[in-house]
């Protein structure tokens, strides 16, 4: 009896090895061909995207330019406010300089018809600034939704703010400084991702080469930092049920703080840490407690600041009607107002369009891919997930549901964050919900289909399949911009 348990345990340890010590020869690359396919997708087609993109045109750049800088500035928690309550930052003359000029040409041009960026940069390189004054004054401008954000989520192009005004460069030179150095950071956090997930390698190039996710990473935004923290965070957690010995709580721990700041509806994720290898209380709580503490402090530090006065702007309705505080309280009186809100937003929009939207509808809701793209990168997508999860059947169906259940509550939380921010008192439907959303918890989604099906297509069609996406949904996210931006 003795004899058997031994040879269990040495087979028990001989997988778990296997499991996390890189292989050699052939078989290792099956582990970094994701890896090096995913790095060289990304680079190529978000540096092309960078390029292409004229400034401020990725979705709420303009704020989350402002917010990134402000921090490299030293605003940590902004603070400066005028009369109506609208937190800002002081930009220097030569920097609002060109900030100016794009944002007035992102507001007052776009909408006027036949347009193009070509004539708008020709006039910006060509345009002689007056002279300025010695000691000039810096310029008050609005944050304009970017408020509530951590630092977190913009940790690289902070650096790369930095190094601008170390170098004292203006403003389109600072901005694609910190668009590359986003695009640079991010894709080596999901290749971690990646190479910590080698049943799953395959699916997360192709969930990250998606076109709403490669833009997020390639403009200023906080999308980027958030995808890359959410695979990073699912691809530990599955890491632990695959190879027990690997599993490592407090680099888990770490992540799902890192998570939970990029992003609101990111505090979702830590339900994983609910159900782990070990499910010791210590285990759990190590994982839990410590993103929860961090969100929770953030929001009293921030205020959950989402610059409710541009909806008052937009609506006319009274500060009061996008309250959170206020809309809890009716919440409470009216328990089935949200499900209902909620039910209504996604009977007005559809989840064919949410869908259409995760997949990438890029800029300003004006950059469309060709008809034909979105059903193919779906279906590429899709053969991607059938990779079998060497895990015992209980243990499939715990992971499964586990995942599924947090890919609910993230979708709610959604809801529930733009329901609070963004839609006002009384309103019959939720506002403000964008299908690139929903792009966060394709990993965990992915999971679950997985660990459901359990069926493991050829690696070599997996590969194939990926590749395939990730080309496709570059060479379309070019392909649009081009058409949108430059018509050419």
């Not at 505090?267 to 159900?275: K, R, S």
């Not at 895990?391 to 993230?410: D, E, M, N, Q, W």
């Amino acid at each position: 009896m003795d004899r058997c348990g031994s040879i269990r345990r040495r087979a028990v340890a001989i997988w778990e090895y296997r499991s996390t010590v890189p292989l050699s020869g052939a078989r290792s690359a099956a582990l970094i061909n994701p890896i090096t396919a995913f790095a060289a997708l990304s680079l190529l087609f978000g540096t092309l995207i960078i390029l292409a993109t004229p400034p401020l045109r990725g979705p709420d750049e303009t704020a989350h330019f402002l917010r990134a800088y402000g921090i490299a500035l030293g605003d940590i928690v902004p603070s400066t406010g005028d009369a109506q309550s609208r937190k800002s930052i002081f930009l220097s003359p030569q920097l609002y300089e060109g900030f100016e000029f794009f944002e007035s040409v992102r507001v007052k041009e776009k909408g006027t018809g036949w347009f193009g960026y070509g004539p708008v940069f020709q006039t910006y390189f060509s345009h002689q600034s007056a002279p300025i004054d010695s000691d000039p004054p810096t310029v008050f401008v609005p944050y304009g939704g970017s408020e509530g954000y951590s630092p977190v989520a913009y940790l690289p192009q902070v650096a790369a703010a930095l190094a601008a005004r170390a170098l004292d460069l203006d403003f389109v030179a600072t901005l694609y400084l910190m668009r590359f150095a986003g695009l640079a950071a991010m894709t080596a956090v999901i290749a971690y991702a990646i190479a910590i997930s080698p049943q799953l390698a395959w699916t997360f190039v192709a969930i990250a080469m998606l076109p709403a996710a490669l833009y997020g990473r390639s403009v200023v935004s906080a999308d980027g930092s958030a995808l890359a923290a959410a695979m990073l965070v699912a691809a530990l957690w599955l890491r632990g049920f695959l190879s027990p010995h690997g599993h490592r709580p407090g680099q888990l721990s770490f992540w799902m703080m890192f998570s939970a700041l990029t992003k609101p509806t990111n505090l979702a994720f830590v339900l994983l840490g609910l159900m782990l290898p070990a499910r010791r209380w210590p285990a759990v709580v190590l994982a839990t407690l410590p993103a929860i503490g961090v969100a929770l402090f953030w929001t009293v530090q921030s205020g959950a600041d989402s610059g409710a006065w541009r909806m008052v702007e937009i609506t006319g309705q009274d500060a009061s009607a996008f309250d959170p505080l206020v809309k809890l309280s009716h919440w409470i009186n009216y328990p089935l107002h949200f499900p209902a809100a909620v039910i209504g937003a996604i009977h007005a929009k559809g989840v064919g369009e949410l869908w259409r939207q995760g997949i990438g509808v890029l800029g300003l809701f004006d950059t469309v891919l060709q008809d034909w793209v979105y059903p193919t990168v779906s279906v590429l997508l899709l053969g991607t997930l059938f990779a079998r999860l060497p895990l015992a059947p209980a243990t499939r169906g715990k992971v499964a549901t586990t995942a599924a259940i947090v890919a609910f509550a993230y979708a709610v939380s959604i809801y529930l964050v733009c329901y609070l921010s963004f839609t006002p008192l009384g309103a019959n439907i939720v506002w403000g919900v964008q299908g690139r959303y929903f792009v966060l918890c394709l990993p965990v989604v992915a999971i679950a289909v997985a660990s459901v099906v359990n069926l493991n297509l050829d690696e070599r069609l997996r590969a194939a399949l990926a590749s395939s996406a990730g080309v496709l949904s570059g060479s379309a996210s070019i392909d649009a911009i081009v058409k949108a931006d430059w018509h050419i």
